[in-house]
């Protein structure tokens, strides 16, 4: 086995002796860069970090070449929106939205509680130029992993096993995938239990463990009796996309009349990014420079 650095990064890794691949994901700086940005609730916390973690594994499984994978939980309540983005290069972010308190779910709500009678929707964006992908289905299930195993099952036709954890300091998840059949006759060295044993042995895990164990540790642990084989861990870190430029492009969507309408209001335009929480400023004159497709 390769060492593995536990610090914000994606571990991919194979079962050699049958068609199931896993990953592991540490979230440390990034996952605390969001909460930086925006002072979530515990409640609404834990199930954020959790759906970051996962969106980080589910898109190491897709080729995206320069596209993005975006997570959503969206049309429940007292939650309203969780969202979560990563791209190609596993740069992420993410942001949650919610109505009222959340103390009256209790201290450890689960994500159905939070998003009662929402949807789940993953969007495969391709990038520029290219046709995205969507597929929506109803909650099913009660705690992220449950929700998003049955999504997987439901939609890409793909058995998964997840494990998800995620406190103030850190987000963690672990994958295990049942590759498609390509069709061939199994050999005599393919184990056909495997499967079944890798899901037991990977709900042995806890909470707990997967927080405060270093990686190795956990895959020792889990699947030391298991020959696997480990890939390069890759790097996972907290990136926005926004950028003074796009802000721009917005004011140009809107309009002359609307912009200059927003300047003659408040003699400014102010734009703050839901995901990272940056304000940018337009007065008069950068508005101007940007509805004419110039710097501002």
């Not at 596993?90 to 009662?116: F, I, M, N, Q």
């Not at 059949?181 to 037991?200: F, H, M, P, Q």
Request: proline share 5%; charged share 30%; glycine share 10%.
């Amino acid at each position: 086995m390769l060492p593995l650095d536990d610090r914000d990064s994606l571990q991919r890794f194979v079962f050699e002796r049958a068609r199931v691949r896993g990953e592991l994901v540490r979230l440390d700086a990034s996952w605390r860069e969001v909460l930086r940005r925006h002072p979530y609730p515990p409640a609404l916390r834990a199930a954020l970090g959790e759906l970051m973690a996962a969106c980080a594994l589910l898109s190491a499984t897709l080729k995206l070449d320069g596209g993005a994978l975006v997570l959503q939980i969206q049309g429940g309540g007292p939650v309203t929106l969780l969202v979560v983005e990563c791209q190609s290069d596993l740069s992420l972010r993410a942001v949650a939205k919610w109505e009222g308190d959340l103390d009256g779910l209790g201290p450890e709500p689960t994500l159905r509680g939070l998003a009662a009678g929402g949807r789940c929707a993953l969007t495969l964006d391709p990038g520029p130029g290219k046709q995205a992908y969507q597929s929506v289905v109803p909650l099913e299930g009660l705690t992220a992993s449950e929700i998003l195993e049955r999504y997987m099952a439901r939609s890409e036709q793909l058995e998964t096993r997840l494990s998800l954890a995620a406190d103030e300091r850190r987000a963690a998840g672990v994958l295990l995938q049942k590759m498609p059949d390509t069709g061939g006759r199994a050999t005599a060295a393919e184990d056909g239990d495997l499967w079944d044993r890798a899901s037991l042995l990977l709900r042995t895990l806890t909470r707990d463990e997967l927080l405060a164990r270093p990686g190795a540790e956990i895959l020792r642990r889990l699947f030391h009796q298991e020959d696997l084989r480990l890939f390069e861990s890759m790097e996972v870190r907290f990136s926005c996309r926004c950028s003074r430029e796009r802000v721009g492009g917005v004011i140009r969507m809107i309009g002359p009349d609307e912009a200059r309408a927003l300047l003659a209001e408040k003699g400014e335009i102010m734009v703050t990014c839901e995901f990272c929480n940056e304000t940018y400023v337009f007065d008069p004159g950068q508005t101007e420079a940007a509805l004419s497709g110039g710097r501002a």
